[in-house]
């Protein structure tokens, strides 16, 4: 009996040992890095010398990846991505430890060439990182209905810009949006100082036609979270507008439009790049 009784208890000491081993092992595959230790690389594509738009993304740490470019998000421990603006950007690496800890770390990249072809509205929109518009108070009107698909700005009811506030609360002078590279963030400031914020996008592929084939429209611009200043439809009871058929855009001005639906009123909005 007392020999039987000294192999059990050997037997409950052994286990004990390697259990306690087992949590060990446990504790060490859930431990962190700080973000002095990321060993991380992003990478601009040479070409005839220059540094290219094409970015090379790479983690060799032990953490999860998450990279944030700008106008996108990878979360591959190396990719290949592309700038869409020269000069210097950031790209942020956020890192995901196995304890579930984070840890964050922001790289520069410095463009020289523009190698590869991206939408050149990027950079008309936000300049490379954020640019703000307003009214433009060169244009006979600012606002109002014309033909859609046959005028390119107001042509029936004409409005000023000192008349928008009578169709928007502080929507008019001194109002501004400002439109930002990363997160393609939209934000709507308002005369008194009040903001709304969302986002943007655009489709420079949907265009919109005339009837003998010509581009009207060249793409579409789509907003969630809010509107352009006075972004409303007035024939459907002042209906938010959120998609606006792109006119003109370039580095100065923006035309954008709406069709009121099952008819050809088109309404108009003329912006200028804030000075």
């Known amino acids: 009996m007392k020999r039987i009784t000294a192999y059990i208890m050997i037997l409950l000491s052994t286990f004990a040992l390697v259990s306690c081993e087992a949590v060990e092992d446990r504790l060490d595959i859930g431990g962190f890095i700080s973000a002095d230790q990321l060993h ?20 060799s740490s032990p953490v999860l990846s998450s990279w944030d470019f700008g106008t996108g998000k990878t979360q591959k421990k190396t990719d290949t991505v592309l700038m869409v603006v020269p000069g210097e950007s950031e790209i942020i690496f956020t890192g995901r430890n ?22 050149l509205e ?5 300049a490379g990182s954020e640019k703000e518009w307003e009214w433009d108070d060169t244009a006979p009107s600012v606002w109002g209905n014309g033909g859609y698909l046959g005028d390119l700005a107001p042509a ?16 008019g002078a001194g109002a501004k949006m400002i439109l930002s ?6 934000t709507k400031v308002k005369s008194n100082g009040t903001t709304e914020t969302g986002t943007f996008s655009f489709n420079m592929n949907s265009k919109t036609l005339k009837d ?9 611009l789509t907003l969630k979270g809010t509107t352009v200043l006075n972004g409303i439809s007035p024939n459907e009871g002042n209906a938010k507008v959120y998609e606006y058929d792109i006119l003109t855009l370039d580095d100065q001005h923006m035309v ?8 050809g009123e088109g309404w108009f909005w003329i912006f200028k790049a804030a000075d």
Not at 122 to 126: I, K, R
Not at 156 to 171: D, M, V, Y
Not at 181 to 186: D, E, S, Y
Not at 212 to 220: F, H, I, L, N, Q
């Open 40 to 59: 991380i690389t992003a990478t601009p594509l040479i070409v005839d010398g220059k540094a290219t738009n094409k970015i090379i993304l790479n983690n």
């Open 98 to 119: 196995p304890d579930g800890s984070e840890i964050s770390k922001t790289l520069t990249v410095n463009v020289e060439d523009m190698y590869f072809p991206v939408p």
């Open 122 to 126: 990027w950079g008309f929109l936000t």
């Open 156 to 171: 029936w009811w004409t409005l000023q810009i000192g008349e928008i506030n009578g169709q928007s609360a502080n929507e």
């Open 181 to 186: 590279l990363r997160g393609a963030q939209f």
């Open 212 to 220: 003998d084939g010509s581009v009207w429209a060249k793409g579409k």
């Open 256 to 263: 954008l439009a709406y069709n009121t639906p099952g008819g």
